[in-house]
């Protein structure tokens, strides 16, 4: 059975640093690129990070370049949000999500989800 484990999150310190993780399973994992989406309180699902299959291309949204750095094992099936910097606005639910090309789109699709991990940033 296809799995996404996400782990590492916690209540830190605005400017505290947390590095989260999420083992994959059930599928080839070194085939797919790997994102990390989060979802504030309220709020609807936001695109965090992308590494692609190999780990050779990182792709970040604005909110999060320049402190956040995600990374993969193919051979561990695991990739890594490392979170420096952080910020109240960052406090979320991170998801792993494993994505794969849309044939007929010809855009990345988000196949398999994890269960989430709480962030909470505060004083």
């Known amino acids: 059975q296809v799995q996404l484990v996400e782990s590492g999150g916690d209540l830190v310190q605005p400017g505290g640093s947390l590095r989260l993780s999420c083992a994959a399973s059930g599928f080839t994992f070194s085939s797919y690129v790997m994102s990390w989406v989060r979802q504030a309180p309220g709020k609807g699902l936001e695109w965090v990070s992308d590494?692609?299959?190999?780990?050779?291309?990182?792709y970040y949204a604005d909110s999060v370049k320049g402190r956040f750095t995600i990374s993969r094992d193919n051979a561990k099936n695991t990739v890594y949000l490392q979170m420096n910097s952080l910020k109240p606005e960052d406090t979320a639910v991170y998801y792993c999500?494993?994505?794969?090309?849309?044939?007929?789109?010809?855009?990345?699709?988000?196949?398999?989800w994890g269960q989430g991990t709480q962030v909470t940033v505060s004083s």
């Open positions: 999500a494993a994505a794969t090309l849309g044939i007929a789109t010809m855009r990345y699709e988000y196949d398999y």
């Open positions: 590494i692609n299959s190999g780990g050779g291309s990182t």
